[in-house]
């Protein structure tokens, strides 16, 4: 199943375990993923009593589990801690945090309560002794626990690459894998500042692919990566000016080279061309001009700002949570299978 070291009490910054998953491949143990472990002895609530631990725990880059160990009746309970994904994706952090483990048997999705508490609902993994020492039942704990490492990875990975949103299952069972599907919640309308992060990002990405696509042969493609970089680009200038990579050229790489040439050049026989973004700003005054583009934007121009709170999920029953009020932020959620 993987590995696990104790850190030492020196230290101890917050977390009790760093531990791994690994996969066998031939006599070899292959890990195929990182996480820790906070360990308590009781299942009172976890209190993260400043603003400062709450920032360590909602920005802890991979996957963090709460572990209760029930020594008197032998029990070993394991939490997950998506209320952390939570916090982060709502943009601003609380000033303390309480994550109240529970003893159920079914969990269910997050429930808003006022920002700073959250249940952690039914553990996900919950053994006796004689379950630990059963090769059987391990195996069979082993992937119930995989299945929530990889939530908890997707959801480090969004964050990382600042989309204000996360996922998990809309209720599960303790010791089984939840269903193919997962509700999201995400901020729908949040601050601009809370953007930063998304914009240099999707922006990195699109000019990457774009400039694969291009040499694959998908113009097409490439060229509507360009305008979405181009776009970012011009009206989020001041995230792109300190770096060297966009320091100096709206559009670097192969997409910039790809899309700005070739436009060019089909410009070439219409005068002169030397600028170089020439070709790529007629496109974009063409789109702008166009009278469905320009209806489509005088239309729906109301959309801004007036996101509304809700949670759906494809393919389960009912709503998962209750959401942050208009007076609480923006929020608007939508269900995916994994």
Not at 69 to 77: E, G, Q, S, T, W
Not at 157 to 163: E, M, P, S, V, Y
Not at 195 to 216: F, K, N, P, S, V
């Given at each position: 199943m993987g590995h696990g070291d104790p850190v030492r009490l020196q230290d101890d910054y917050g977390v009790d375990l760093y531990c791994t998953l690994s996969d066998r491949v031939g006599h070899r143990a292959v890990v195929s993923d990182y996480f820790v472990v906070q360990v308590k002895s009781t299942t009172d609530p976890w209190t993260l009593g400043d603003k400062t631990a709450v920032e360590w725990l909602v920005k802890y880059p991979t996957p963090l589990f709460?572990?209760?160990?029930?020594?008197?009746?032998?029990?070993?309970?394991?939490y997950h801690v998506t209320p952390r994904f939570?916090?982060?994706a709502m943009g601003k952090l609380p000033n303390r945090l309480v994550l109240k483990p529970g003893q159920e048997i079914d969990g269910k999705f997050i429930e808003w309560q006022n920002g700073e508490e959250f249940s952690l609902s039914a553990p996900i993994i919950q053994a006796t002794i004689a379950d630990l020492i059963s090769a059987e039942k391990l195996d069979a704990l082993e992937k119930v626990f995989k299945f929530w490492v990889q939530i908890d990875r997707e959801n480090c990975?969004?964050?990382?690459?600042?989309?204000l949103r996360f996922r998990m299952p809309p209720s599960y069972r303790v010791n089984q894998r939840p269903d193919g599907f997962v509700g999201e919640i995400g901020y729908a309308a949040p601050e601009a500042e809370?953007?930063?992060?998304?914009?240099?990002?999707?922006?990195?990405?699109?000019?990457?692919?774009?400039?694969?696509?291009?040499?694959?042969?998908?113009?097409g493609g490439a060229l509507r990566a360009a305008l979405l970089v181009d776009h970012l680009r011009k009206n989020h200038d001041h995230l792109f000016k300190d770096l060297p990579r966009w320091s100096r050229v709206r559009l670097p790489g192969d997409l910039g080279m790809i899309i700005c040439e070739g436009l060019n050049k089909a410009l070439s026989e219409e005068g002169d061309s030397n600028y170089l973004y020439r070709g790529i700003e007629e496109?974009?005054?063409?789109?702008?001009?166009?009278?469905?583009v320009k209806q489509f934007l005088a239309t729906n121009s109301t959309?801004?700002?007036t996101a509304t709170s809700g949670s759906t999920?494809?393919?389960?029953?009912?709503a998962a949570s209750s959401v942050p009020t208009a007076n609480d932020t923006n929020n608007n959620s939508e269900g995916v299978p994994v």
């Open positions: 709460l572990a209760c160990v029930d020594k008197k009746n032998a029990i070993l309970r394991v939570y916090v982060r990975d969004l964050a990382r690459q600042g989309l809370f953007l930063d992060r998304g914009i240099l990002t999707t922006a990195e990405g699109a000019e990457c692919i774009g400039g694969q696509l291009a040499r694959l042969g998908d113009l496109i974009e005054k063409a789109l702008d001009s166009n009278p469905l959309i801004v700002g999920f494809n393919g389960t029953v009912g």
